[in-house]
Structures are given as structure tokens and as C-alpha cells.
């Protein structure tokens, strides 16, 4: 058997006791594309999937993965002051527990949330003096991998940057 195909099975199969995940896992988040295989190791066994979008401000772009009626994870997009860090912007989220720094300080990413700045060439005529910052809390139960996460902020930061968010 492939890699691929093992690792498909093993994705439906809930072999360590998992349910079974008989939903499509998202290939987009609110508009930017994304490998579904960063997303899924957040996400929990069950039937259906939705993605919902919200703006609870004029800066903040919010995007929930909601799985049989819960959110498992949430997106976020924020306009935050030139100069803020990575760090800086985690605590103003949960989930963030432990966080580490990469060492260029444009990533904070923990087993269960990760902020992500994007570089200086993402400019918003909206946001004139602002830099955009992507944001992933989970909040699936038992569903903690900082590598993983790490993977996940640092490929949705680079589709971010490479978005009409960034022009």
C-alpha cells in the first residue's frame, strides 16, 4: 500500500479509537486555498463540515470550521500596528499556551494555536499602517500537534500573503 493511501485510511478508519470522519475536509478557508491535509489533524471524527465566515470588525476577517454543529477550529485575519510581534498578537487569543517563536519572530505556534505575520509586502489601502496577521485556535478536544501546527500557520500565512487580502 502507498503512504498516501495508508494515510488515507488511517484518516477514515479511526483505528486509535477516533470517530470516523465522514465529511470532506475543507479546502479553502474563507476564500485562500489550503492543503485539507494541514487542516484534518485538528479536526474531529464526524458527519458533516461547514465553513462560516464572520467580520466582527472593520479589520478582522473570521472563518469557522464547524463540525457536526461545533467549531473545531477558527481562522482569523487581523490588521494589527507596524511593529507588533508575533507574541504580541498571541495574547490577545487562547489557545496559544506555550507558544514558540520561530526564530525570524514572524511565527508564534503552539500544540492548539498559531499566529502567523505576513511580510511587508502585504499592503492594504484600508490599513495603511497596519500588517496582517493570521491567527488558527483549535478547539477540538485532545487535538494537540505543534508540529502540525506549525505546518498549518506557516502554509495559510504564505496563501494569505499570496491572496487579494494582500493587495
Same mark, same amino acid.
Given at each position: 500500500?502507498? +503512504?498516501?493511501?495508508? /494515510? ?5 478508519? @479511526? %483505528? #486509535?479509537?477516533?470517530?470516523? &470522519? ?11 486555498? +489550503?492543503?485539507?491535509? /494541514? ?5 474531529? @471524527? %464526524? #458527519?458533516?463540515?461547514?465553513? &462560516? ?60 494555536g498559531s499566529v502567523g505575520k505576513t511580510t511587508t509586502s502585504c499592503k ?44
Open positions: 500500500m502507498t +503512504l498516501a493511501g495508508a /494515510l488515507a485510511l488511517s484518516a477514515c478508519s @479511526g %483505528g #486509535d479509537g477516533e470517530a470516523e &470522519k465522514k465529511y470532506t475536509v475543507p479546502s479553502a478557508l474563507c476564500g485562500i486555498s +489550503l492543503d485539507p491535509e /494541514l487542516l484534518d489533524a485538528f479536526l474531529p @471524527g %464526524g #458527519d458533516s463540515v461547514s465553513v &462560516k465566515p464572520s467580520s466582527p470588525n472593520g479589520g478582522t476577517k473570521r472563518c469557522d470550521v464547524i463540525v457536526d454543529g461545533d467549531i473545531s477550529v477558527r481562522q482569523v485575519q487581523a490588521w494589527w500596528s507596524n511593529g507588533e510581534s508575533a507574541s504580541t498578537v498571541a495574547a490577545g487569543y487562547d489557545k496559544m499556551d506555550d507558544g514558540q517563536v520561530t526564530d525570524d519572530d514572524r511565527y508564534l505556534y503552539s500544540g492548539t492594504s489601502s484600508d490599513h495603511p499602517d497596519q500588517t496582517l496577521y493570521a491567527v488558527v485556535q483549535v478547539f477540538t478536544p485532545d487535538r494537540s500537534d505543534s508540529g502540525a501546527m506549525k505546518r498549518l500557520i506557516t502554509a495559510y500565512t504564505k496563501a494569505l500573503e499570496d491572496s487579494d487580502e494582500c493587495r
